[in-house]
């Protein structure tokens, strides 16, 4: 069975700030990772990742994936409150499909 | 361009009951994935449809089902509803059957009394 495990469970930090969250996972099949971030209802799509060492950056975040590790990480420098947020990691099955199986999320809060 | 809409936003059901929730994707976007969110359990994959038909099913009972039509609009049904089965349920829409991001829908709360 898939897993995912994200770390830490919930963060706080104050504006300015940069945060690393981090996600492990075990696959039978790895093809992709991908990072959401959760406000109150629909996940927003953040990145997809697939291939090992490559970072992928939007603005103020950026991910990469580590393959031979197992593991991916999402930074946000120079943090905003409306970075305040889960973030959910999720990975994709080569024998699923688009069925994406999700971690707990990290609960970011960002104080001003 | 539209995103993925689902409907009703919210929804209130007694035990015993069914309920029918509708997910219409993307424009282009052939496959509909559906996912059940709670806060103890978190976001677990319910089903996923492509071309019509269900291509992969997650660990929930028979009481869960769905179905996708020619324009790709998918539906889900719940029969016999249970306490447990309160719930955020959203839709994932995806262009392809692989490899593909998936996009998703503000959800459907279900609260069952």
């Known amino acids: 069975e898939d897993k995912v495990v994200q770390s830490p469970l919930s963060l706080v930090v104050h504006e300015g700030d940069t945060v690393t969250l981090n996600c492990s996972y075990e696959?039978?099949?790895?093809?992709?990772l991908l990072w959401y971030k959760q406000e109150k209802k629909a996940p927003t799509f953040l990145f997809m990742l697939?291939?090992?060492?490559i970072e992928k950056k939007s603005g103020r975040l950026s991910s990469i994936l580590d393959k031979k590790e197992l593991f991916s990480i999402l930074n946000i420098t120079a943090t905003q409150t409306g970075d305040s947020a889960v973030y959910l990691c999720?990975?994709?099955?080569?024998?699923?499909?688009?069925?994406?199986?999700f971690g707990g999320g990290t609960r970011l809060m960002v104080k001003p | 361009k539209a995103g993925v809409t689902q409907t009703p936003r919210y929804l209130i059901k007694t035990r015993g009951q069914q309920v029918t929730l509708s997910c219409s994707p993307i424009?282009?976007?052939?496959?509909v994935s559906w996912y059940q969110q709670t806060p103890g359990q978190g976001l677990q994959f319910l089903f996923e449809?492509?071309?019509?038909?269900?291509?992969n099913k997650g660990n929930f009972p028979g009481r869960f089902s769905g179905r996708q039509f020619s324009n790709s609009r998918s539906e889900m049904n719940v029969s016999t509803l249970e306490l447990g089965d309160s719930a955020l349920y959203l839709c994932?829409?995806?262009?392809?059957?692989?490899?593909?991001?998936?996009?998703f829908g503000q959800g459907t709360r279900l609260t069952v009394v």
């Open positions: 994932a829409s995806s262009r392809q059957y692989r490899n593909t991001e998936a996009f």
């Open positions: 696959v039978t099949n790895f093809r992709s």
């Open positions: 697939t291939s090992s060492g």
């Open positions: 999720a990975v994709l099955n080569n024998n699923a499909g688009n069925m994406l199986t």
């Open positions: 424009s282009g976007h052939r496959s």
């Open positions: 449809y492509f071309s019509e038909t269900q291509r």
